[in-house]
């Protein structure tokens, strides 16, 4: 099974936030990111948080981790159209751990 | 443009053949990885290489086959003993074994 979880689908409406979260399990991990997906296509690197970082902020993303609990999440806000996509969320220890990814839906 | 580039882009293979996927990489990275993506799941690694001419087996590494002969390219090869080879496969880079890993648009695999 895989060791980083996520929820497997998200459906927000358009202009509101959207949070996607993500629990992983080695305390080890040195980043952790979070990739979008869109279909056909190859993973993008939307943003990674170093683990002695608490908060990274990139224009309409948020990321937060909580090392004590192991829970990462993404917020993105004023969700758009444009960002129904697989996100991914993956840590990185010698390799890379990925969840199995959140389909978000935005309904106009 | 710097980026990693997958070949092709579909690809169809009769039962019994091998078949070899393409990975070439511009932005002089040490270290390159061969995911499979299946619908539903998540990302799985079949094989990865942190330097030229060395590479170690990931979770799922039975049935396929790298080669790591030069630093900007790492063929994958699917055998005939992979008993379930269709999917989608992505191919990533990284600066070193412990950088950013930036992905190719992948290869679709299909058995017919």
């Known amino acids: 099974g895989e060791d980083v979880e996520q929820s497997l689908f998200l459906s927000v409406r358009e202009g509101d936030s959207s949070v996607i979260n993500c629990t992983y399990t080695?305390?080890?991990?040195?980043?952790l990111y979070w990739y979008k997906q869109e279909p056909g296509a190859g993973l993008q690197l939307l943003t990674y948080?170093?683990?002695?970082?608490d908060m990274k902020q990139d224009q309409r993303l948020t990321v937060l981790l909580n090392k004590k609990d192991k829970h990462l999440s993404l917020r993105i806000a004023d969700t758009q159209t444009g960002d129904s996509a697989i996100y991914f969320c993956?840590?990185?220890?010698?390799?890379?751990?990925f969840g199995a990814g959140t389909r978000l839906t935005v309904k106009p | 443009d710097g980026g990693i580039t997958q070949s092709p882009k579909y690809l169809f293979r009769k039962e019994g053949q091998n078949v070899t996927l393409s990975c070439e990489q511009n932005l002089n990275h040490d270290a390159m990885y061969w995911y499979r993506q299946d619908p539903g799941q998540g990302l799985r690694l079949i094989y990865y290489?942190?330097?030229?001419?060395?590479?170690q087996k990931g979770d799922i590494a039975e049935g396929y086959s790298v080669s790591r002969e030069k630093k900007e390219s790492f063929p994958l090869t699917v055998t005939s003993a992979q008993k379930n080879p269709t999917a989608f496969y992505l191919c990533?880079?990284?600066?070193?074994?412990?950088?950013?890993?930036?992905f190719g648009q992948g290869t679709r695999l299909t058995v017919v």
């Open positions: 948080i170093f683990s002695n970082m």
């Open positions: 080695d305390s080890s991990s040195t980043y």
């Open positions: 290489s942190q330097i030229v001419n060395d590479f």
């Open positions: 990533a880079s990284s600066m070193t074994g412990y950088g950013v890993a930036f």
């Open positions: 993956a840590e990185r220890m010698n390799d890379m751990r």
